[in-house]
């Protein structure tokens, strides 16, 4: 029986459930082994869990005559730095009701929202629905260009759930909030504040609290200078 033969016979004494049950296990470790080598280039330069810890954003520097009064200001972003307790719970409500409904269930990365938004553009055939948690728009936010790519979203991924291992969900809120740009040079939610209502952001009502949490989605587009109506 010469080797071609061989290998026949050996072929006909394997069931095809085992023959595939191989290959299936083969391609899976090359897969495996091919995650991983992804992962490892591309978390290389991301930052440490230190980084999160150390959040120091960018503030305005403020010069105060004798009486009190300010009589300059200084900054590259124009924000203004609120604790969470300070910010009412009304607009911390309603901003997890607008981004990020399962804020507070998932781990940074809400497979059940990537789902919803999956089945939703596929319906409408287009991208109407994106799936970003407040965890993973942070991280981007802080970390991250804003370019569209599969290397930046897997990046944002991996921090957002790093970012959720070391830190509060009110932590990561507090950051949001102080972080993301409201339109019209203010960033953050007090200088959003005093832009659009000139208060502060203890004072807020509801309707200006639910108009505040709208407004990050497209700051430009609901802007009540811009567009009043649809601001409202």
């Not at 010469?2 to 290959?23: M, P």
């Not at 809120?173 to 502060?200: P, W």
Request: proline share 5%; hydrophobic share 45%; glycine share 6%.
């Amino acid at each position: 029986m010469n080797s071609f033969q061989q290998f026949l016979s050996w072929l006909t004494s394997w069931s095809w459930l085992r023959i595939i049950l191989v290959c299936s296990l083969i391609l899976g470790m090359i897969g495996a082994g091919a995650v991983v080598v992804v992962l490892w280039v591309v978390t290389r330069d991301l930052p440490t869990f230190d980084s999160f810890q150390d959040y120091q954003p960018s503030l305005v520097s403020r010069v105060y005559a004798d009486n009190g009064e300010i009589i300059g200001q200084f900054f590259i972003e124009r924000r203004l730095y609120t604790p969470i307790d300070q910010i009412p719970k009304a607009l911390t409500q309603a901003v997890i009701a607008v981004e990020d409904s399962r804020f507070l269930e998932h781990p940074g990365l809400d497979i059940v929202g990537i789902a919803r938004a999956a089945w939703t553009n596929l319906k409408r055939g287009g991208r109407v629905q994106g799936a970003s948690t407040i965890t993973q728009q942070l991280a981007r936010a802080l970390f991250l260009s804003p370019e569209r790519t599969y290397t930046r979203k897997i990046k944002e991924l991996i921090l957002a759930i790093k970012m959720e291992w070391v830190l509060s969900k009110d932590q990561i809120l507090e950051m949001y909030l102080n972080q993301i740009y409201f339109g019209h040079g203010a960033y953050g939610i007090a200088a959003a504040t005093l832009t659009y209502f000139d208060k502060n952001v203890t004072e807020l009502s509801l309707p200006e609290s639910a108009f505040l949490a709208g407004l990050p989605k497209a700051p430009n587009t609901y802007s009540p200078y811009r567009n009043p109506d649809l601001a409202k």
